[in-house]
């Protein structure tokens, strides 16, 4: 949080949206809004239904901040609300879709392409893995600041990462796709 708001906590920025401040709510927007977005693009694959689903997450936040207990825990929370707002929307996305032509698309892929055989390999990892990945590489993301969305520890987000990074270099080894400068760096 930049400038002038560096001087409330993340708490006291809670409290006083918490009490009708909307300038506090609109700091804590702002903070965690590009943070969310890449989260968000983690589970529905578009950036448009990525920024949907976080316009979405905050108006739910807005409405339920009172309920909010742990003002220190604002990030986790909104980024539990964000993600469920977000596969809610891929719930409708798939039911709309038809699902002959996805299968149809997954079939055609020879192998040969490594741009898609990294965003195929980025897409088969577990949800976690997949979410430290796209917050790290889409939003440029501390360690810090991706355990403070995803409600989990530093440790965990490290952990994830090293795993979602082995899996997409063994993927693209299995595949063919593996260049000599690719690593799990």
């Known amino acids: 949080m930049a400038g002038k708001s560096r001087e409330r906590t993340e708490a006291e920025l809670v409290e006083a949206a918490q009490k009708g401040d909307l300038p506090s709510f609109g700091v804590l927007y702002e903070h965690y809004y590009g943070s ?9 694959a578009d950036v448009q239904l990525s920024e949907d689903a ?3 997450a905050f108006a739910i936040a807005c409405r339920d901040l009172p309920k909010l207990r742990k003002k220190n825990k604002f990030g986790a929370w909104v980024g539990r609300i964000c993600r469920n707002t977000a596969y809610q929307i891929l719930r ?6 038809d699902i002959r032509g996805v299968v149809a698309r997954e079939t055609e892929y020879d192998g040969t ?6 965003q195929r390999a980025v897409w088969n990892l ?4 997949r979410e430290v990945l796209i917050l790290h590489y889409y939003d440029n993301l501390p360690y810090e ?18 795993r979602a990074r082995r899996k997409v270099e063994d993927y693209l080894k299995r595949n063919g796709l593996a ?7």
């Open 145 to 162: 600041k991706m355990a403070l969305v995803l409600g989990i520890s530093v440790e965990a987000v490290h952990g994830r990462l090293t």
């Open 92 to 97: 409708v996305r798939r039911h709309m879709c």
């Open 126 to 129: 577990r949800d976690g893995e």
């Open 179 to 185: 260049s000599d400068g690719y690593g799990t760096g």
């Open 54 to 56: 976080v316009q979405e």
């Open 113 to 118: 392409d490594r741009i898609e055989g990294v």
């Open 36 to 44: 969310l977005v890449a989260l968000a693009y983690s589970i529905v």
